[in-house]
């Protein structure tokens, strides 16, 4: 989901600026590579040698720097620049605040339930439990109930995440089962059109399928579809590691997460 998370925050917050900064950093380069061919044809002493044939690597470096700075607009790139990484700091800042807002929700929910339910165990275990061991009670439910919250609020967020995964998968689905139909030109016009009763029904089937399977499959898809999906597992796994608490919750970094929502 986190590689999920990020696509659809770049879209939003970066994705316009990503793709003008690209423009002009492109229309820079095809600057620089244009001057770049004109200066490798260069035969300043008319040796009937080109220049750039006659020089060291060391010499042949500078040239070519010297020629890029004379180049390129300065500006223009360096404003490019700076949106891609605005792009990207948004799209880290989304991602850490979705995470944080699930161990603080989880903590919360543990601790409200440490308040409304906790009562009734922790007198039970005071009863059972030798007296030198009282002390320990509260701090254990505590972090007991605050387990529990996590894991309720990692539920949830899951949930939602397959919800929001597969009303666009839904959507693009429709829109490319769609592009077909007006291209090969089946059935009658506007048949499938947005809002209309046939699209509809179609687009509710299919993110109810996908809603449903992710659910049955508990976030784990089969081997062949893992596979499938092999370029968005490692992209995933780049941004786990850049943001550690959103790995996956399997293993140690389901511990990860818990200990985090423990400890808080």
Not at 51 to 72: G, N, P, Y
Not at 247 to 252: E, F, K, M, V
Request: net charge positive; hydrophobic share 50%.
């Amino acid at each position: 989901m986190a590689a999920l998370k990020a696509v659809e925050a770049f879209r939003i917050f970066g994705w316009k600026k990503f793709k003008e900064n690209l423009v002009a950093l492109h229309y820079n380069y095809q600057l620089v590579r244009d001057a770049s061919s004109v200066d490798d044809q260069v035969d300043e002493n008319q040796d009937g040698v080109r220049d750039v044939l006659q020089i060291s690597r060391k010499e042949l470096w500078k040239r070519k720097m010297k020629l890029v700075l004379k180049t390129i607009d300065p500006d223009q790139v360096s404003k490019a620049f700076a949106g891609l990484i605005q792009g990207w700091l948004a799209v880290l800042a989304t991602l850490t605040i979705r995470s944080a807002e699930a161990i603080t929700i989880g903590t919360t929910i543990g601790d409200i339930g440490d308040r409304v339910i906790g009562p009734r165990p922790r007198e039970a275990l005071l009863v059972a439990l030798p007296r030198d061991y009282e002390q320990l009670v509260p701090v254990l439910l505590q972090y007991f109930w605050r387990a529990v919250g996590f894991w309720i609020a990692f539920v949830v967020q899951s949930a939602i995440g397959a919800f929001y995964s597969s009303v666009r998968g839904a959507e693009i689905f429709m829109g490319g089962l769609r592009s077909i139909i007006v291209r090969r030109d089946i059935g009658r016009e506007g048949r499938m059109e947005p809002g209309n009763f046939l699209f509809t029904i179609l687009f509710a089937m299919v993110w109810g399928f996908g809603f449903w399977w992710q659910l049955t499959l508990y976030y784990h898809p089969p081997v062949s579809v893992n596979i499938i999906l092999l370029p968005l597992t490692f992209l995933e796994w780049i941004i786990s590691l850049i943001l550690p608490p959103l790995q996956a919750p399997r293993t140690s970094s389901g511990s990860l997460r818990l200990s985090l929502a423990i400890r808080c």
